[in-house]
């Protein structure tokens, strides 16, 4: 089992950028796939992005590409979220999820799919 800790939300103008990290302790990371997910206000919780076990593969929301990169360093046990060109509907809680299963990237990009969340962090976008 492993526990997540997301860290690094915060309060940041349009246009700037934010580094989330998410903590992972009681087992290896790099036993897991890691994604990232959020829920803006009065919304369903949605898919960010996602990290292969080795880091070689990423996927992103199409919201989110050219603007979010994922990376893991799992020597360091943590996997990151960094958000560059932030807009207002950016705002929202983020969660780092991790799965141990080994299935295609199909359900890379699915909620069900994730066994383990950490209980999130706070981004806000002002304009």
């Known amino acids: 089992q492993v526990q997540l800790v997301e860290s690094g939300g915060g309060l940041v103008q349009a246009g700037g950028s934010l580094r989330l990290s998410c903590a992972a302790s009681g087992r290896t990371v790099s036993a897991y796939v890691m994604a990232w997910f959020r829920q803006a206000p009065g919304k369903e919780r949605e898919f960010a992005a996602a990290?292969?076990?080795?880091?070689?593969?990423?996927y992103y929301a199409d919201s989110m590409k050219g603007r979010f990169t994922i990376s893991r360093d799992n020597a360091k046990n943590t996997v990151y979220l960094q958000m560059d060109s932030l807009k207002p509907e950016d705002t929202a809680v983020y969660y780092c999820?991790?799965?141990?299963?080994?299935?295609?990237?199909?359900?890379?990009?699915?909620?069900?799919?994730?066994?383990?969340w950490g209980q999130g962090t706070q981004v806000t976008v002002s304009s």
């Open positions: 999820a991790a799965s141990p299963k080994s299935s295609s990237s199909y359900y890379y990009l699915r909620e069900y799919w994730y066994d383990y």
């Open positions: 990290i292969s076990r080795n880091g070689v593969n990423t």
